[in-house]
């Protein structure tokens, strides 16, 4: 069973930045696509970004095109979101989620779909002045 824990959340101004961590123990990130996702107050959880292992080819969401970065530190059975330039709509409760992917298969942003099966307990963000 794979444990994800997230990290990193809290309190920043509009325009700042924070860097989420997604961390696993007693087990390894490899051959696993990480998805990030966000619950923001009264909406349905969607995806914001993730990252194939093979490819490390990604898939965003346009609203944070440009502004979020994922990357992973696989010494360190780690994969990171790095968010820029955040706005008020961006606060919500961001979650991680591993899909065992042993091939090119492009990572996907579809909560409905099921394809995580392995889900963190969720870190809050909250973007305001």
């Known amino acids: 069973q794979l444990q994800l824990v997230e990290s990193g959340g809290g309190l920043v101004q509009p325009g700042g930045s924070l860097r989420l961590s997604c961390a696993t123990s007693?087990?390894?990130?490899?051959?696993?696509?990480i998805g990030w996702f966000r619950q923001i107050p009264g909406k349905e959880r969607e995806g914001v970004l993730c990252?194939?292992?093979?490819?490390?080819?990604?898939n965003s969401a346009d609203s944070v095109k440009g502004r979020f970065i994922i990357s992973r530190d696989n010494t360190r059975n780690t994969v990171y979101l790095l968010m820029n330039n955040l706005t008020p709509e961006d606060t919500g409760i961001y979650y991680c989620?591993?899909?065992?992917?042993?091939?090119?298969?492009?990572?996907?942003?579809?909560?409905?779909?099921?394809?995580?099966?392995?889900w963190g307990q969720g870190t809050q963000v909250t973007v305001s002045s």
């Open positions: 990252r194939n292992y093979f490819s490390a080819t990604t």
């Open positions: 007693g087990n390894t990130l490899d051959y696993y696509s």
């Open positions: 989620a591993a899909e065992w992917v042993p091939n090119f298969r492009p990572c996907s942003l579809e909560v409905g779909e099921g394809r995580y099966r392995f």
